[in-house]
């Protein structure tokens, strides 16, 4: 005996009225009628810090700029069949080009990156047979002129050696 089993197709949610990122619509509504009181109470409430009321207000409705951007973008529909790209599922039609241009990013990456990495010390055996790494130093000159008020400190060059 074969059961059939029916699958019924997976419809996009419809988002009603403000869409889906509630929240940010909200923020960005009372942000706007907090700037627009606040530069009104500016305006017309005959206070001594007019002008700075009216600048806070108008910062506040700026302010409120991020919370729309949050939710247009949140709003955005995409639809399932350019979302496929993100997921590794790469379409047939755009396979080559796509992979020459991710086969010159990658190797343009790894190359940069590689030149960022720091390159090991050279590795000297020792002669108990131990692999270190060898320790050539430099010596560098380092010149220090005092001027004090002192008087038992000269005003002569004097050089000591550093080792590095």
């Given at each position: 005996m074969s059961a059939s089993v029916q699958i019924e197709p997976v419809m996009e949610r419809r988002y009603g009225g403000v869409g889906r990122c509630?929240?940010?619509?909200?923020?960005?509504?009372?942000?706007?009628?907090?700037?627009?009181?606040?530069?009104?109470?500016?305006?017309?409430?005959?206070?001594?810090?007019?002008?700075?009321?009216i600048y806070g207000g108008a910062i506040i409705i700026f302010l409120s700029l991020i919370w729309w951007v949050f939710w247009y973008s949140g709003n955005i529909d995409v639809p399932t069949e350019e979302l496929e790209d993100d997921v590794g599922m790469i379409k047939l039609k755009k396979r080559g080009l796509g992979k020459v241009v991710r086969r010159v990013s990658g190797r343009l990456s790894s190359g940069i990156r590689n030149s960022f990495r720091r390159k090991g010390q050279p590795v000297r055996e020792s002669?108990?047979?131990?692999?270190?790494?060898?320790?050539?130093?430099?010596?560098?000159?380092?010149?220090?002129?005092?001027?004090?008020?002192?008087?038992?400190?000269?005003?002569?060059?004097?050089?000591?050696?550093?080792?590095i």
């Open positions: 509630k929240c940010s619509f909200w923020f960005a509504v009372a942000h706007d009628i907090l700037g627009v009181f606040i530069i009104m109470v500016g305006v017309f409430g005959g206070l001594v810090i007019h002008d700075l009321l002669p108990a047979g131990d692999n270190r790494p060898s320790s050539t130093f430099t010596e560098v000159s380092l010149s220090t002129i005092y001027d004090g008020n002192n008087a038992s400190l000269s005003k002569e060059l004097q050089r000591e050696t550093l080792s």
